[in-house]
């Protein structure tokens, strides 16, 4: 049923909680491939208190953090390989949620399957939530996880 499962990770331990399911679904479903993402969002620089960066210095910042990035989604889709899934990874841009829906739609994945941080008040109306907004954009199935500790409002 689900042949290709898509997992969108920031880097953060709230958004792994999702990788217990995935396991499990990619097991019992046989599936043929799960692909961990990471989006890198456009570099955003403070502009303010007279902060300079020289091009070299920001193609370094951003070498950094691709390669920050990639060891990260790497060694979590090594994790899934040994343990029997097909797993790969990819790093894409752009800004979060456009970007994962665009890319679920592009490669025609069965399920995205992704956590949700949970958060409420100010911190919500500031930061939006990207799984609310790929629940809103993306056409396919998806799974969405609370992340441990989360409390109702």
């Known amino acids: 049923m ?14 792994e909680c999702v990788l217990p399911h995935v396991r499990a679904i990619g097991k019992g479903c046989e599936s043929q491939e799960v692909i961990l993402i990471r989006v890198l ?22 070498e950094e953090r691709k390669s920050e990035a990639a060891d990260y989604v790497r060694r979590w889709a090594e994790r899934l390989q040994e343990e029997g899934l097909a797993a790969r990874w990819e790093l894409i841009q752009g800004k979060a949620a456009e970007a994962i829906s665009e890319y679920a739609e592009k490669k025609e994945v069965d399920l995205i399957a992704i956590a949700t941080h949970g958060r409420s008040g100010i911190s919500r109306w500031y930061w939006g939530s990207v799984a609310d907004r790929i629940l809103r954009s993306a056409c396919m199935p998806i799974l969405m996880v609370r992340a441990p500790g989360c409390k109702p409002a």
């Open 41 to 62: 969002e456009p570099l955003e620089l403070p502009t303010r208190g007279g902060l300079a960066f020289s091009e070299e210095d920001l193609e370094r910042m951003e």
């Open 2 to 15: 689900y042949r290709k499962i898509l997992v969108p990770l920031d880097g953060s331990e709230l958004a």
